[in-house]
Nanobody, 115 residues
Framework: QVQLVESGGGLVQPGGSLRLSCAAS????????MGWYRQAPGKQRELVASITNGGNTYYVGSVKGRFTISRDLDKNTVYLQMNSLKPEDTAVYYC?????????WGQGTQVTVSS
């Protein structure tokens, strides 16, 4: 089982930026799609951004142009750069990996956007 550990959450003012990191315990980026999900209170968990093993990216419409997903193969780490943050971005953000045979989740990191 691959372990994922997120970091980088916190409190930020509207318009600010944060970078989330997700460190994987094994070299899986060549076979896995990595994703960032978020869950706000009272809402379902939603996919925010993902990057395939081939490097193709996806963003949900509400974050296009503001968030960027990237990965560092040497560090086994995937990032989510979040700019121009809005109060509606407030949520617990989770890292996920998915292969043909398995998937796993990190423990989540809280992002709060508030003045």
């Amino acid at each position: 089982q691959v372990q994922l550990v997120e970091s980088g959450g916190g409190l930020v003012q509207p318009g600010g930026s944060l970078r989330l990191s997700c460190a994987a315990s094994a070299r899986i980026f060549s076979i896995a799609t990595m994703g960032w999900y978020r869950q706000a209170p009272g809402k379902q968990r939603e996919l925010v951004a993902s990057i395939t093993n081939g490097g193709n990216t996806y963003y949900v419409g509400s974050v296009k142009g503001r968030f960027t997903i990237s990965r560092d193969l040497d560090k086994n780490t995937v990032y989510l750069q979040m700019n121009s943050l809005k109060p509606e971005d407030t949520a617990v953000y989770y890292c996920n990996y998915r292969t043909d045979f398995s998937q796993g989740w990190g423990q989540g990191t809280q992002v709060t956007v508030s003045s």
